[in-house]
């Protein structure tokens, strides 16, 4: 992620964190923080790397919320069916929570994982306003997005205090996304193979 970041620079962030709210086993909760080193090393700005983020994370809803109101609700369905490590289970979630709560949903999706990447579907099934779903999805996501990079940005100004255990806590991080994303796509097969599951 630094790599893509150092290479396209605000490019490089907004792509990272937009493929997070296609792609769910992509964690914001690293990638964000990236972001906010990569800012810290003089890659970019601060401001830009909350600027880029955010960006990236509207147009990945917005990705979404056009697959689910070009789709329309059944071929959504079909897609999540045939879609590897997605389950129908995640769409149906969403519909309920988008069902209850309408735009309050937008706003909150955008700070709970897998529901960062789906909620935008039925805002889109529904025809959501677009202008609202502009705005509420904006704000969500730069409230989310700001704790992250600020964590990252702070440790990055830090580094000397953490300098002497980076090695040890790169490798633990590194294992720590290796883990989270072999449980979801081990549980997410194990599903595929036992209907009974979802």
Do not use: C
């Amino acid at each position: 992620m630094i790599e893509l970041m150092e290479r396209l620079g605000l490019v490089g962030a907004a792509i990272a964190v937009g493929l997070d709210n296609i792609f769910p086993p992509i964690p914001s909760e690293i990638v964000l923080p990236m972001a906010g080193l990569a800012a810290s090393q003089g890659t970019f700005t601060y401001a830009g790397a909350l600027f880029a983020t955010t960006a990236g994370s509207v147009i990945g809803a917005f990705v979404m919320y056009w697959i689910g109101r070009g789709f329309g609700r059944d071929r959504t369905e079909w897609m999540f069916a045939v879609t590897p490590l997605l389950r129908i289970s995640d769409l149906e979630k969403s519909e309920a929570w988008f069902a209850k709560h309408g735009p309050k949903a937008v706003f909150f999706g955008r700070m709970v994982p897998i529901f960062r990447s789906v909620i935008s579907i039925p805002a889109g099934v529904e025809k959501m306003n677009q202008v609202s779903f502009l705005l509420l999805t904006t704000l969500g996501s730069l409230i989310w997005n700001s704790i992250f990079v600020t964590a990252g940005f702070t440790l990055g100004e830090n580094w000397h205090v953490i300098e002497p255990y980076a090695d040890w806590f790169q490798r633990l991080v590194i294992l720590a996304v290796l883990g989270v994303m072999a449980v979801f796509v081990f549980v997410r097969i194990r599903e595929r193979q036992d209907p009974r599951e979802r």
